[in-house]
């Protein structure tokens, strides 16, 4: 949003059109689609397993990290993105009335995921995962992760363990 409002509308599209077109492939070639486009955040949605996911998110960090790198002048700041992922069941269907209609995924999965995409901002961490992803994955030792935090989040009644990915985060830092 900062961002954004340092451009005047064109600029906006194109910036934001060159951003989503450098995402897109992250999650396409992890068995991911694409849901819906949210200004500049991305809904996705992986049928596959959790590790589908959690891939898809790393590759977009690091493709992140290689944008920035092209960004390197005092009017382009480098980017940063948060993530959230969680898992479970949802339904993909249809809302809206007559004169308009579109296609969304609803279920408490999809609030959750939406929730701790949100408190990556809190954490200052750029892709956390719920318990029920972690337990999910087949390999998790495969991955850079550690335990946050045990949150409430709103709509929840008990708190529920996040994670942080830490898989993109350069050599010196993840160590």
Same mark, same amino acid.
């Given at each position: 949003?900062?961002?954004?409002?340092?451009?005047?509308?064109?600029d906006n599209?194109?910036?934001?059109?060159?951003?989503?077109?450098?995402?897109?492939?992250?999650?396409?070639?992890?068995?991911?689609?694409?849901?819906?486009?949210?200004?500049?955040?991305?809904?996705?949605?992986?049928?596959?397993?959790?590790?589908?996911?959690?891939?898809?998110?790393?590759?977009?960090?690091?493709?992140?990290?290689?944008y920035n790198?092209?960004?390197?002048?005092?009017?382009?700041?480098?980017?940063?993105? !948060?993530?959230?992922?969680?898992? +479970?069941?949802?339904? *993909?269907? #249809?809302?809206?009335?007559?004169? %308009?209609?579109? @296609?969304?995924?609803?279920?408490?999965?999809?609030?959750?995921?939406?929730?701790?995409? !949100?408190?990556?901002?809190?954490? +200052?961490?750029?892709? *956390?995962? #719920?318990?029920?992803?972690?337990? %999910?994955?087949? @390999?998790?030792?495969?991955?850079?992760?550690?335990?946050?935090d045990r949150?409430?989040?709103?709509?929840?009644?008990?708190?529920?363990?996040?994670?942080?990915?830490?898989?993109?985060?350069?050599?010196?830092?993840?160590?």
């Amino acid at each position: 949003t900062k961002l954004s409002e340092s451009m005047n509308p064109e600029d906006n599209f194109k910036f934001i059109n060159g951003y989503l077109s450098r995402m897109e492939p992250a999650i396409l070639e992890n068995n991911g689609f694409i849901d819906k486009y949210i200004g500049d955040a991305i809904m996705a949605l992986f049928h596959g397993n959790a590790d589908d996911a959690v891939k898809g998110g790393i590759s977009m960090l690091k493709r992140l990290n290689r944008y920035n790198k092209t960004r390197q002048r005092p009017e382009r700041p480098a980017l940063k993105i !948060g993530i959230g992922i969680n898992t +479970g069941m949802l339904m *993909l269907g #249809t809302v809206g009335g007559q004169k %308009r209609m579109d @296609s969304t995924a609803i279920s408490d999965a999809v609030n959750l995921a939406s929730r701790v995409e !949100g408190l990556t901002k809190i954490y +200052g961490v750029s892709l *956390l995962i #719920t318990d029920r992803t972690f337990s %999910r994955l087949q @390999s998790p030792q495969d991955y850079y992760i550690r335990l946050v935090d045990r949150v409430a989040v709103k709509g929840k009644r008990d708190r529920i363990p996040v994670f942080e990915v830490f898989d993109a985060d350069p050599p010196g830092i993840r160590e």
